[in-house]
């Protein structure tokens, strides 16, 4: 695992998009996601689990939205966990520490 923003609550579900997941700028370089990388997404409410990639969403809106086929597995209100991973050699493991944001779940705004 390379980083974790736990506990983040969806703002909208755009069925109308061609797929992603859109996600405030500011959370993402909190959490370093990179725009157009691997996520996986898991939803507390429901059990489901995607993998998807990732939009860069406006700085400070506290956005997270599933587009596109994504959008079907839960619901605004809803509150999941996106995760990011990583390739890099044994010896990086050793050393390599996770980045873990708790942002406040009722805002997604950095606490």
Request: hydrophobic share 40%.
């Amino acid at each position: 695992m390379k980083s974790k923003l736990h506990n983040v609550t969806v703002t909208e579900a755009n069925l109308n998009y061609v797929g992603s997941i859109t996600i405030d700028e500011e959370l993402m370089e909190e959490a370093h996601i990179l725009e157009n990388e691997k996520v996986q997404v898991v939803n507390n409410n429901n059990g489901e689990r995607i993998e998807t990639y990732v939009i860069k969403g406006k700085r400070g809106s506290g956005v997270i939205c599933l587009n596109g086929a994504a959008a079907r597995k839960a619901a605004v209100g809803d509150v999941v966990i996106i995760i990011t991973y990583a390739m890099m050699s044994w010896e990086e493991a050793q050393t390599f520490k996770p980045i873990f944001i708790f942002p406040d779940t009722a805002t997604n705004k950095l606490i």
